[in-house]
């Protein structure tokens, strides 16, 4: 089946987005459709990771695998 009618947006995930905030941030503002900014970095304790707030109101980590994924606390 040709990709030719689905939007190069609807196939990225988070997951698939380079380990990288530049990545992150381009992502993000792509998906939200307007400018998203990291508002601070903190270090989770529970999950010995860093987690970047972000104005969506979301926090990102990048998980051992090197993927971004959502932290929910």
């Known amino acids: 089946m040709s990709r030719a009618f689905v939007k190069e947006s609807d196939a990225d995930q988070l997951k698939?987005?380079?380990?990288?905030?530049?990545?992150?941030?381009?992502?993000?503002?792509?998906?939200?459709?307007?400018?998203?900014?990291?508002?601070?970095?903190?270090?989770?304790?529970?999950?010995?990771k860093e987690v970047h707030e972000m104005s969506d109101g979301l926090g990102y980590m990048l998980n051992d695998d090197g993927q971004w994924q959502v932290v929910l606390d």
């Open 16 to 48: 698939d987005v380079a380990a990288n905030m530049a990545s992150l941030l381009f992502f993000l503002k792509r998906e939200s459709g307007g400018p998203i900014h990291e508002l601070h970095t903190r270090f989770s304790d529970e999950r010995q």
